[in-house]
């Protein structure tokens, strides 16, 4: 199905009246802004500046720093960040630095030692300059900024938000080390790989080849006869899960007078760091991106368009945060996690560029025979290895502080030791080694001006795993993937191996060796983190094999072949599309089954004069997405054996559509009633489920009714319900599911998909826009804590202004910055 007209147009006028109404609700006439308010102007002395700062804020509240140095520049931008997150940022400093259960108590203790033991242990000076020349410089003056506003909250508490109080804690001083940490990077497969390994320990290699998704397929899913399956557990990851899971708050942590009802405690107590296989299978395939570039022979300027959409966690206050950054040899605005200096998705005057997840497998899980006599050492070669040591202090809240040892084989941090039967499990990642912090080494393309400058910069891309795309003013257009690739002359990585020295890695694929593109022929490139492997490609010791599911690549790619031209609202539609590209396959299959139940009988005639787009008001969406559910539900059961359920995640609906398009000996002596007997199943507890929740009426079974976006404050569980209402966002009706370019998620709350969002123009940088959801500040007394949200949820951007005249006519505050009088 092409991009029809009709939908075209009413996204790209709905777009276009957005983007006007919102544009001159803030344009400033004679400097007083919608209402009458008047521009605001602040000037603050700051001891660490070496010259003055201007910060103008726009009426989205993107922050245009300009600076006339270097260090000013990223002093200002970690000094203002931290005036719009802090209580983001000082959780972040603390999981970083493992001190959670500093203020939070023994429950986060794993976390903190998970933190620790993975922290990164290299020469730190290099480490920072890998990211940048100036590097160790720009993350210094970074965090001098972000302590310069701590500073400040020590002598006016009042600017500290709401959740200081409620913890009864203040917020403390940064270092490097915080910048550099890896705990809140995509970083690797070592949950799957258990998994993998369990789930043949319980029906083999053969048959967890035909369920999971593999690509290419066929891989080496045989362990070593060394390794003793039945000594597996998914408790040899728990300090590993305790450390990359998110912080769950519960009333007890908060002062009295703010806390919810036992119910909510008792439902958090419940909570366990260690996430399933449907948990980790969901992630995977929420956790996307889409990009892609447009050259100008497709454009009606001649120049190329970017789009990019990353897909994380909805969450308050967002992953991500906007700014713009201009200073001698820096003029770039984009997005990046509030953590880090620079941006990692935006433009500078000549490029633009976007990224998704391409997936290198960085992780492994080594098996070790340690020594009866001395749990510390580790066979290895024929010989015994001794483990590092390092000793610690965690602090504790209402308690001493808990001495720990961490340890280390040459391979990487052990995380679990099975003294009963001598066996140690550690991780390499190469995530530790150096130029491992996510994101960081987006500093460098930063400065890129063209396209050779842009490849140099991503060869020091190391983590997470990226597809870079590249658009830039001269017309090029390119593609190049990211990340470290271990080369792994004898093995798979898709289970443990032993650590023996038998199974090494041989070093990394150098980053351009990986997959790329320059100008193709067709016109555009596209990524939405699926198969990109080219034919034939030499370098097999790097494969990874666990891919998303292609479903928005294809409709990015036919929507792009379809040969029209494409305009920057045009863009902004493709990234709002709804299309189910499943369903076009999987509806077709109830044409003429004999559906016994009149419900599902006026269910399956709606469906089948359905368009297929997933329209939160569409009727017929919503049966689609309830009866999708369950196919994949049942398919799970009809396909994997009880014993596994536990270790093999949702079967990818790819694998889904083909066993049902395609029906085997599985399905019975006659495999075409078979499935047809699944297919009309999941259809009749579609339609129960729609009636018990919404009634009989179908007319009522709306995508809309059911699937929402109520964005979740961190505190939400722990708070009283007045003030749920208050820190929490939502919940509006959402149109799509996880398999459409608008990435929504699959289940009824939306809490994984695009909240940050951007189309760049190399035509004239000032036509781009974007958004980010539900807005740039992290203080719930702010107008800015949620002002995005209702754009977002209706698929409207705002304009990224970056010309000095289109910024200062939408300013709405001016803070000048000057240095403090020695």
């Not at 920057?568 to 089954?593: C, E, F, G, H, K």
């Not at 014993?643 to 990818?652: D, E, W």
């Amino acid at each position: 199905m092409y991009f029809k007209s009709n939908v075209t147009f009413a996204l790209t006028l709905g777009f276009l009246i957005a983007c006007l109404a919102v544009t001159a609700q803030g344009r400033p006439a004679n400097k007083t802004q919608a209402g009458g308010a008047q521009e605001t102007k602040q000037t603050l002395n700051l001891p660490g500046l070496k010259q003055p700062v201007e910060i103008l804020k726009d009426r989205w509240d993107i922050a245009h720093i300009y600076a006339k140095n270097e260090s000013d520049l990223f002093f200002a931008q970690g000094y203002n960040v931290a005036s719009d997150r802090l209580f983001q940022l000082e959780m972040w400093r603390r999981q970083a630095t493992g001190a959670v259960a500093q203020i939070l108590g023994r429950k986060e203790l794993d976390r903190d030692i998970g933190n620790r033991l993975f922290t990164y242990r290299g020469d730190l000076t290099q480490e920072l300059n890998w990211y940048h020349p100036h590097g160790a410089a720009i993350i210094q003056s970074f965090v001098n900024g972000i302590n310069a506003y701590i500073e400040q909250t020590r002598r006016q508490p009042e600017l500290l938000t709401p959740e200081f109080k409620m913890l009864d804690i203040k917020p403390e001083l940064w270092t490097p080390e915080v910048v550099i940490s890896r705990f809140n990077g995509l970083l690797g497969n070592i949950n799957q790989e258990l998994n993998i390994a369990l789930a043949i320990r319980e029906m083999g290699v053969d048959r967890v080849k035909d369920i999971e998704y593999f690509q290419p397929a066929n891989p080496d899913l045989n362990m070593d006869p060394a390794i003793d399956a039945s000594l597996l557990s998914k408790q040899i990851l728990h300090l590993y899960n305790a450390f990359r899971t998110p912080i769950h708050f519960t009333p007890d942590e908060l002062a009295p007078e703010y806390r919810g009802n036992e119910q909510a405690a008792a439902k958090m107590s419940a909570w366990s760091s260690t996430p399933t296989p449907i948990e980790l299978s969901e992630e995977r395939s929420s956790v996307g991106s889409n990009n892609w570039v447009v050259s100008g022979s497709r454009t009606p300027t001649g120049f190329p368009l970017v789009a990019n959409d990353p897909h994380r966690i909805q969450e308050v206050p967002s992953l991500r945060y906007w700014v713009h950054l201009v200073a001698p040899g820096w003029n770039v605005i984009g997005a990046g996690e509030p953590s880090l200096p620079g941006v990692s998705i935006g433009h500078n005057e000549e490029g633009a560029w976007g990224l998704t997840i391409f997936g290198t497998d960085m992780e492994d899980l080594y098996v070790y025979d340690t020594n009866p006599g001395n749990p510390l050492e580790y066979k290895y070669n024929g010989g015994w290895e001794t483990m590092r040591v390092i000793h610690e202090s965690i602090p504790v809240k209402g308690e001493a502080p808990v001495q720990v040892d961490l340890k280390y084989t040459r391979h990487g941090p052990v995380v679990f030791e099975d003294q009963a039967h001598h066996k140690a499990y550690a991780i390499r990642a190469a995530w530790l080694d150096m130029g491992g912090a996510p994101y960081l080494a987006s500093l460098r393309m930063d400065q890129a001006h063209t396209w050779d400058q842009f490849e140099d910069a991503c060869s020091y891309s190391r983590t997470p795993a990226e597809n870079m795309v590249w658009g830039d003013a001269k017309g090029n257009i390119g593609y190049q993937a990211v990340g470290a690739a271990p080369l792994r002359p004898n093995f798979s990585g898709l289970v443990p191996v032993p650590g023996d020295g038998r199974y090494e890695w041989n070093g990394f694929l150098p980053i351009r060796a990986l997959p790329h593109a320059l100008n193709p022929a067709k016109g555009y490139l596209n990524t939405s983190n699926n198969y990109l492997i080219p034919p034939h490609w030499p370098y097999e010791d790097a494969l990874h094999y666990q891919w998303a599911d292609a479903y928005r690549s294809q409709e990015v790619a036919e929507v792009l072949d379809s040969g029209r031209q494409f305009t920057v609202a045009d863009m902004v539609a493709l990234q709002n599309y709804v299309l189910s590209i499943p369903a076009r396959t999987l509806v077709p299959l109830l044409r003429d089954l004999d559906i016994g139940d009149p419900v599902s009988r006026q269910a399956a005639a709606c469906l089948l004069s359905w368009n297929y787009i997933l329209d939160k008001d569409s009727v017929a969406a919503g049966i689609y997405e309830m009866w999708q559910r369950r196919l994949e539900a049942n398919m799970q059961t009809f396909l994997v054996p009880k014993a596994a359920l536990s270790f093999i995640g949702l079967i990818p609906l790819t694998q889904i559509v083909n066993f049902l398009e395609a029906p085997d000996g599985e399905f019975g002596a006659d495999p075409i009633a078979g499935r047809n007997a699944i297919l009309v199943k999941a259809l009749n507890e579609a339609t129960a489920e729609l009636t018990k929740r919404f009634g009989p009426q179908i007319d009522k079974w709306n995508l809309g009714a059911f699937h929402k976006a109520m964005i979740y404050h961190p505190f939400s569980t722990a708070l009283r319900s007045e003030l749920q209402a208050k820190f929490d966002v939502g919940d509006l009706p959402r149109s799509g599911d996880e398999y459409t370019i608008d990435a929504t998620g699959r289940d009824d709350n939306q809490t994984m998909g695009g909240s940050f969002k951007i189309v760049m123009d190399t035509s004239d940088w000032d036509h781009s826009v974007g958004l980010n959801n539900p807005g740039q500040s992290g203080d719930v007394n702010s107008v800015h804590y949620r002002d995005l949200y209702q754009l977002w949820a209706r698929g409207k951007y705002f304009p990224i202004f970056y010309s000095r005249s289109k910024v200062e006519s939408v300013t709405e505050n001016v803070l000048d910055l000057t240095p403090a009088a020695r």
